[in-house]
T-cell receptor, first 114, second 113 residues
Framework: AQSVTQLDSQVPVFEEAPVELRCNYSSSVSVYLFWYVQYPNQGLQLLLKYLSGSTLVKGINGFEAEFNKSQTSFHLRKPSVHISDTAEYFC????????????FGKGTRLHILP | DGGITQSPKYLFRKEGQNVTLSCEQNLNHDAMYWYRQDPGQGLRLIYYSQIVNDFQKGDIAEGYSVSREKKESFPLTVTSAQKNPTAFYLCASQRQVSQSGYTFGSGTRLTVV
């Protein structure tokens, strides 16, 4: 079975500052990894995903994430945040090469301070 | 454009009434999912279906029912047996390959009055 831990439930950061949202996962098999973003009162939208290859993955809106197999982490980063990045961010994992459900973390709420 | 449509966006229900939430997709996706979202609790899986005419219970299926008569449609009924139905409900779909990830609808906010 797989599990996902998002270490911070809320992260406040000043506008134009860098941010890192942390995600660790547990799995006995190889996995695909995802980050989703949810703006208020909306559904989730895929930010980026890691399938294989380069461990640094670039996504939409200037976000990127780095897969670290030894530390079982997939942290999300942005060098300079904007007020429009205010949202909830979900890390997710699913077993590789199997038709199985995606397991989501509990989410991290990003607060951008003016 | 292809996507998932959830309707209505806001729904009010009196206690003791059943209510059905609609989820339609034109992405030709095989699998569909229903999640419930409450503040601070993330996404909790209610039901899912990987093929027409078949569905499985998720983690919190009690008080809910679904059907999957067509590939495009996966309606969720919140029955009077669901003790605390006020929540944000999300529908998602996926091609039958795990690397594609889910596509989500915009959600239905259900309030019991």
């Amino acid at each position: 079975a797989q599990s996902v831990t998002q270490l911070d439930s809320q992260v406040p950061v000043f506008e134009e500052a860098p941010v890192e949202l942390r995600c660790n996962y547990s799995s006995s098999v190889s996995v695909y990894l995802f980050w989703y973003v949810q703006y208020p009162n909306q559904g989730l939208q895929l930010l980026l995903k890691y399938l294989s290859g380069s461990t640094l993955v670039k996504g939409i809106n200037g976000f990127e994430a780095e897969f670290n197999k030894s530390q079982t982490s997939f942290h999300l980063r942005k060098p300079s945040v904007h007020i429009s990045d205010t949202a909830e961010y979900f890390c997710a994992v699913t077993p590789m090469n199997r038709d199985d459900k995606i397991i989501f973390g509990k989410g991290t709420r990003l607060h951008i301070l003016p | 454009d292809g996507g998932i449509t959830q309707s209505p966006k806001y729904l009010f229900r009196k206690e003791g009434q059943n209510v059905t939430l609609s989820c339609e997709q034109n992405l030709n996706h095989d699998a569909m999912y229903w999640y419930r979202q409450d503040p601070g609790q993330g996404l909790r899986l209610i039901y899912y279906s990987q093929i027409v005419n078949d569905f499985q219970k998720g983690d919190i299926a009690e008080g809910y029912s679904v059907s999957r008569e067509k590939k495009e449609s996966f309606p969720l009924t919140v029955t009077s047996a669901q003790k605390n139905p006020t929540a944000f409900y999300l529908c998602a779909s996926q091609r039958q390959v795990s690397q594609s990830g889910y596509t989500f609808g915009s959600g239905t906010r259900l309030t019991v009055v």
